[in-house]
């Protein structure tokens, strides 16, 4: 009998358990476009995925040589919630794999606690993880640091090396093989071999294969 090598799988939430990226980075771009920092949504996309939003403010700013206008998080967020709850969709598949994943389960995410309550309550999928929800913002480095996903495994009693992450994102794969466990790259939008060289075990294109790969 092949005894069972994780004791808790911990997901990345955008682009991992809801499919919040594409909205969120549109949202951005035009928002960014309108305030004087002109950027498309390609290169949005490009430079700032996986990357916490602190992170790509200060990229921003340093480029442009700019500030941006103070209330520009807020209004971000603002104009984010009707698109969000209009369009947003759990990840393909990934609604039967929670179902299918009997062992202990948790959210290791680069955004806020709002955020990461908003989108998984639209998608259905909050209590899925029982109030299992770790932020950034409960650590003081984001990924690609290891601190969110220290920290998770610290909450819910689990040695890093029992630890099995799933991450769509470099950063977010930077961040977890940093912390000792085991990273499961899910490629649906992101590129195989960065994933790979980033650290991932093992990379895969279709959420319903999770619960035979772990």
Do not use: W
Request: proline share 5%.
């Amino acid at each position: 009998m092949v005894k069972n090598r994780f004791k808790l799988v911990i997901f990345d939430c955008d682009g991992v358990l809801v499919d919040s990226e594409p909205i969120i980075n549109r949202i951005f771009a035009e928002t960014l476009t309108e305030a004087g920092f002109p950027i498309t949504y390609a290169e949005v996309t490009q430079k700032f995925i996986g990357k916490s939003l602190k992170t790509c403010l200060e990229i921003i700013e340093a480029s442009y040589k700019k500030p941006l206008p103070k209330n520009f998080v807020e209004l971000c967020k603002e104009r984010e919630i009707a698109p969000l709850q209009q369009e947003l969709q759990p990840v393909s598949g990934i609604t039967e794999i929670l179902e299918q994943i009997t062992l202990p389960k948790c959210v290791a995410s680069n955004s806020s606690h709002r955020h990461i309550q908003m989108v998984l309550k639209l998608t259905g999928l909050l209590d899925k993880f029982d109030g299992k929800l770790y932020s950034a913002n409960d650590v003081s480095r984001p990924k690609p640091f290891p601190d969110v996903y220290l920290y998770a495994a610290e909450q819910m009693n689990s040695n890093p090396e029992d630890c099995a992450v799933i991450e769509d994102s470099v950063t977010g794969v930077q961040a977890a093989y940093a912390a000792g466990m085991t990273v499961f790259g899910y490629a649906h939008q992101s590129d195989r071999t960065a994933l790979a060289e980033a650290g991932a075990k093992i990379v895969f294109n279709d959420m319903r294969q999770l619960a035979k790969l772990l």
